[in-house]
C-alpha cells in the first residue's frame, strides 16, 4: 500500500478539525474537532508503524497512549463544560469572552502630565 | 611627649563616642535620678520660656531653699531703692514676683548630681586628663624648645604618601594648652547651663569631639592630617549651632555657618594640594624647608588659596557673616568654638605656615587688606548690635582681624600671644554673658541692666574681660594687643616689616588698629554699662548664676587677667611706649565717647547717639543682603531655573514616554478578545508562518 493513502486521509482528518476547533460554536462540537485532530494522529502512528514494520511496534503502543490521554481530556473537558452549562445556560465558545481586557477607567487612559506634579505623575508611571 | 600628645588627642575623641553610645546608660549605672525627668523641660536659647515641666515641682524639693531665698532677697530691696532715684524709669516692681523659672533649680542641683551625671562625667574627666596631657607638654617644650616630630604610619597613596604624625613646637603646645584649658572650662560651665537640655548628652559629646578635632589641627605634623581635624571641628561647629534645632532659625544658622565656611575650606584642600604636589610633601616640616625651592607662583597660590579657608573659618571679610549668625547655638559653644578655639585656627594655620605667607606679597597684602576691612567694620557693627551675643561675636571678628594684622606685618609672635590672650578673655566673656543670659531669660541688652550687685562673680570677671578686650593695662589684652600696635607701628614708620609687605598698607593697618581699638573701647564700655549699671529693664529675679556656672567663668578671669605678664619675657613682645600711649589714648577716647553718651540718659541705648549710622552698622553693613543680592538670589532663581528644566524637560520626557507606549500597548490590546478560538487562529497562523519560513528559507 502507499503511503500516501493513510498520510492524506490523516491530513484531511486533522484539517477537519482544526477547522472545527476554530470554527464551531458549540463546545461540545469543539472538543469533538480535538478529537479528530488525536485520531488524525493516531491513524498516522498506527500506519507508519505498519510501513516501517517496527519490530516493537512503537507506533501502536503510542496510539494506546493517545486514546488514554484523549479519554482523560474528554472526560475533564466535559466536565468543564457541564459546570459552564449550569452556571450560564449556554456552551457556545464565542460567548464564552470573559477573558476579554477589561477596558481601563477614561482617567488612567490619557494622563495629563503638565498639570499634574512631576512626582505623582512619575509614580504613576512606575505602576503602569 | 609626642605620645602625650597623642594621648591628649585622643582623650576627648574617644570620649566623645562613649559620650554618645554610653552616656545615659551611665548615669542609670551611677543611680542617677531616671531619665524621664531629664527628658522634659524646654530648651535653653531663644525657645527657654521654661516656665517649667514636671521636674519643676521634683528639683523645687530638693533646693527649694537655695532658689526661694536669694531670688527674694536679692530683688525686693533694690528695686525699690532704685525707684526712688529714677522714678521714670519702667520698673518691674509693680506686679507680683516673677517666679524662678526651672533652668535656676535644674542649674543649682547640676553641681550636686555632677557625680551621677554619666555623660557630664565621660565629657568632663578625660578633659581634664588632657588638660593636664597638655599642660605637661608644654611645660617640657617650654623647659626644652626645640620641635619634636612623631609619625605612627605612612599612608600610601600612590603619589605622596600621608604622614599619620604629629609636630609639637612652642607654638602648637600652647594654643594646645589654651584649647583644652577653655575647652575643660566650658565642659564643666555646660554642666549647669545645660541642666535642663534633654539632649546634653550629644552636646557633650559633640564637644569633646570638637575639641580633640581642634588638638589635631594644632599638633598635627601633615598638612592632611590638619585638614581633616580642620573639617570635623566644621561638622561639630555645624551640630554645635543647630543644637536647638527645633528653632527654623537656629538649623537655617548651622547650615549658614556650613556653607560658607565649606566655601573657604575648598581653596583650602587646593592649597593644601598646591602647596603639598609643589613641595613634593605634605608634612609641614618638609614643606617648610623646601619652601626657598619652590617657584614663586606656586606659593602665592598655595598662600592665597590657604587664605580663602583661613578667612572663612576665622570669619574674616568677605567670608564673615555666619559668625554672628552662629550665635544661635548655646552660650559655651559659642564661647569654646565661636570665640577661642575654631575661629583661631585660621590664624593658627598661617601662623604656622608663616614662612610661606612671608615669601608671597599677594599674600601678606591680601591678609592685611582683609584684616583691616575686618576689624574696622565688625567693630563699628559690634557697636550697634542689640544682642550681647552678637556684640561679642563682631568682637571675635574684629579681634581675629588684629591678629591676622599682627601676621601681616610680620609679628607671628605678636599674634599667637593675642591668640591666646584672646582664647582666654573671649571664653570668658561668653561663659560670663552665658550667665547673664541665662538669669535674665534674654540676650537682648535692651533687657539687662543693673546686674552688678546681684552677679558680683559675673560682673568682675566680666569688667577683666572687658577690660582685656580694649586693652586697658594691666590685663592681659593690653600686652597682647600692644605687642601688635606696637609691631604694627615699626613696620609702618620704620620699616622693620617683611620684605615684600607694601609700605602703604603697613601704614594702613597701623591706623586702622589704632582706630580699632577706640571702637572697640566705645562698644565694650556700651555692653558693659548696658548689662551691669542702671536700673534693670525687664522683669527678672536677680541673682547670681549657679556655682558651676560662676566656677569655671572665674577660674578663667585668672588667665585673663594674668597672662599677659608671660609675655614679658620675650623681647618682641614688650609694651612699646609710644605705641602703647597711642593705642590707650584711642581707648579712652571711645571709652569716654560713650560714658558721656550713656551719662545722659542711662536708661537708653548708648548706641542711639550714631543717629542714622545705627542702623546701617546693626545690619553690619547690609552684607547679609548684598551676599543675598549678589549670591543667593541669583542660585536661587538658577535652582529654580534647573527644576523647571527637569519638571518641563526631562520628567515630562519620561511621562510622555510612558504614556505614549501605554498608547501603543491599547493598539495590541485591542487583538485581547475574550474569544479563545480568535487566539487559536492567530497561534494556527502563526505556527504556519514560521513553519513556511522556515521550509522557504531553509
Redesign the interface.
Known sequence: MHAAYPVVVAALLFSVG?YG???RRNAILVLMSVELMLNAVNLNLVAFDVLWRDRLHGGQVMTLFTIVIAAAEIGLGLAIVLLVFRNRRMIE??R??????QTAPAGE???Q??RRP?AA??R??DT? | MITLAALATLLPFLAAFAGMLLGPWTSRLLGAAPPAAQAFGTADGAGRSGAGGPEAGELSKTSAEDTETPGTAGTSPEPEKTSAEAPTMPLPVSGPEPAAPARYAAGDSALRGLPRNGPALIACLPMAVATVLALIVAVAVWRHPGVRTGTLTLIPTGTIDIALGLRVDGLAALVALMVCGVALAVQLYSVAYMAEDRRYSSYAAFISLFTAAMLLVVYSGDLLVLYVGWEVMGVCSYFLIGHHWQERANSRAAVKAFLITRLGDVGFLIGIFVLGVGAGTFSIGGVLERLPDLPQGTVTAATLLLLAGVAGKSAQFPLHTWLPDAMAGPTPVSALIHAATMVAAGIYVVARLYAAFAASAAALTVLGVLAVISMLGSALAALAQDDLKRVLAYSTISQLACMAAGLAVGAPAAAIFHLVAHGAFKALLFLAAGSVIFVTGSGLLRRHGGLRRAMPVTFWAMTIGYAALVGLPPVSGFFSKDAIVGAAWHAAAHGERPAHLPGGVAWLICLALLATVAVTAAYATRAWLMTFFGEPRAAFPAREAPPLMTWPVAALAVPAALLGFFGLGAPELRPHPLSALLSLLAAAAGAVAVYLVWNRDPAADPAGGLGPLRRVFERGFYLDEVYAALVVRPVRAAARAVLAV??RGI??A???V??RS?RAG?LL?RT??????TY??GL?AGVVVIAVGVVVLL
Not at chain 2, 485581547?672 to 478560538?677: A, E, H, L, S, W
Open positions: 482544526v476547533v476554530l470554527a465558545v464565542d464564552l469572552r470573559t477573558l476579554t481586557e487612559e490619557t494622563p502630565e503638565p512631576a505623575a512619575a504613576e508611571g503602569a | 527637569d519638571r520628567d515630562a519620561v511621562v510622555g510612558a504614556g501605554r491599547g490590546r485581547q478578545t475574550g474569544d479563545v478560538q487559536l487562529t494556527l
